[in-house]
Each structure stands twice: as structure tokens, then as C-alpha cells.
């Protein structure tokens, strides 16, 4: 079945440490997306691509950094400059990133925690 | 600017109850709407989508919307409610200009007791 892989589910990192978030989709789109859901705040959209090697950043991308080197992978970096890095980070993809009504299809997130 | 509220952060609910939850939008374009489910510690599920044509709309699970452009709501129903409902609940807007992503309400939690 074709889908959005996220791993690790859980990640403890200690303040400081840089730490990478895995994000797959084998479902072929050209989109992905990376969200950050903190409880009462909704989603709040870090970093999007609409094409390998290119990407835009969203409304809260300080702190972090992204790559797109492959449509299948999207993987994003909390680095040691992002202030409240704790937070349910989600990754999703949509079938045309141009598209104002494209679904997104969402991966099962990674909770990160540092402390 | 295009923004999304969501008027109810919690709404408890008996099992076999009707449910509305309430979502208003801000936009100065046109407007797609979607609304989202949350179960605990997953990802988000496409619930049903507004693009164009019948303001009423139907998606998943038994839940259905209804687009109202006077009064910018898109509020999610559903006639009758099962434990199995409870979960967080997303209203979203798509942004204008070139950009494919959505915006987010801030989430509805409905929980459904027995």
C-alpha cells in the first residue's frame, strides 16, 4: 500500500543537539510538507516543495532546515536554534503542489521531545 | 490574508447525539475548504472537501459540511455519533496565490461518551 512513512514515532534529543526527522512517500506526488502541532495551536505549516530541489519556507521556519534531493524523501533538521523545539512534527504530501485543491495525505508524526 | 477559526476547542457529546462543529474563514480569494480528523497520536484523514458546486457536502464516516458564503462557515455535522468519533477535528482553508498548502483551525476535540 502506498503511503507516508515517518520514523522515528518517538525521539528524545538533549538542547543543543541538531536532530534529523525522516519523512517517505512512496505514493508518487510531487509535493511534501512539513507541519508542527502543538496542543490548542492547530498545525502551523515549517517547510513545503513543490519540486526536487526546491523548497519554500512556511510560517514558523526558524530553526529549521530541509532537502529535497529525491520526490520520495523530505527530511527535516531541528537544529540547536530553534527555542521550543518539543512539539508532534507531521509530514505530508499532496499530488500537485500547484494545486489549490489537493488533498494532503498525511504521515502518523514524530513526537520530539528535548530536554 | 486567509485565516480559519474554529469556535469550540472541546465538545462533549452522548453516544447516538447529533454534533455540530462550528469553523468560520477569513479569504479574498476563492475559497476550498476542508476539514481533517485527528485520531490520538496519528496523522490527519481527509473527512470531506468543498471545492466548487453543491454547498453541501459529504464525506466519510457518515459526516457531511455545508458551505454558507454570507455567513463564511463551513461547519461539520453529523446525525448521530458513535464512540468511534472521538478524535480531534481540523477545518482548513487553502491559501490563495500559487501556493498549494493549507492553513489550519486550531482544533475541535469531540468526545463522545457512552
Known amino acids: 500500500d502506498g503511503g507516508i512513512t515517518q520514523s522515528p514515532k518517538y525521539l528524545f534529543r538533549k538542547e543543543g543537539q541538531n536532530v534529523t526527522l525522516s519523512c517517505e512517500q512512496n505514493l508518487n506526488h510531487d509535493a511534501m510538507y512539513w507541519y508542527r502541532q502543538d496542543p490548542g495551536q492547530g498545525l502551523r505549516l515549517i517547510y513545503y516543495s513543490q519540486i526536487v530541489n526546491d523548497f519554500q519556507k512556511g510560517d514558523i521556519a526558524e530553526g529549521y532546515s530541509v532537502s529535497r534531493e529525491k520526490k520520495e524523501s523530505f527530511p527535516l533538521t531541528v537544529t540547536s536554534a530553534q527555542k521550543n523545539p518539543t512539539a508532534f512534527y507531521l509530514c505530508?504530501?499532496?499530488?500537485?503542489?500547484?494545486?489549490?485543491?489537493?488533498?494532503?495525505?498525511f504521515g502518523n508524526g514524530t513526537r520530539l521531545t528535548v530536554t | 490574508a486567509q485565516s480559519v477559526t474554529q469556535l469550540d476547542s472541546q465538545v462533549p457529546v452522548f453516544e447516538e447525539a447529533p454534533v455540530e462543529l462550528r469553523c468560520n474563514y477569513s479569504s479574498s480569494v476563492s475559497v476550498y475548504l476542508f476539514w481533517y480528523v485527528q485520531y490520538p497520536n496519528q496523522g490527519l484523514q481527509l473527512l470531506l472537501k468543498y471545492l466548487s458546486g453543491s454547498t453541501l457536502v459529504k464525506g466519510i464516516n457518515g459526516f457531511e459540511a455545508e458551505f454558507n458564503k454570507s455567513q463564511t462557515s463551513f461547519h461539520l455535522r453529523k446525525p448521530s455519533v458513535h464512540i468511534s468519533d472521538t478524535a480531534e477535528y481540523f477545518c482548513a482553508v487553502s491559501r490563495g496565490g500559487s501556493q498549494g498548502n493549507l492553513i489550519f483551525g486550531k482544533g475541535t476535540k469531540l468526545s463522545v461518551k457512552p
Open positions: 505530508a504530501s499532496s499530488i500537485v503542489g500547484a494545486s489549490f485543491h489537493s488533498p494532503l495525505h
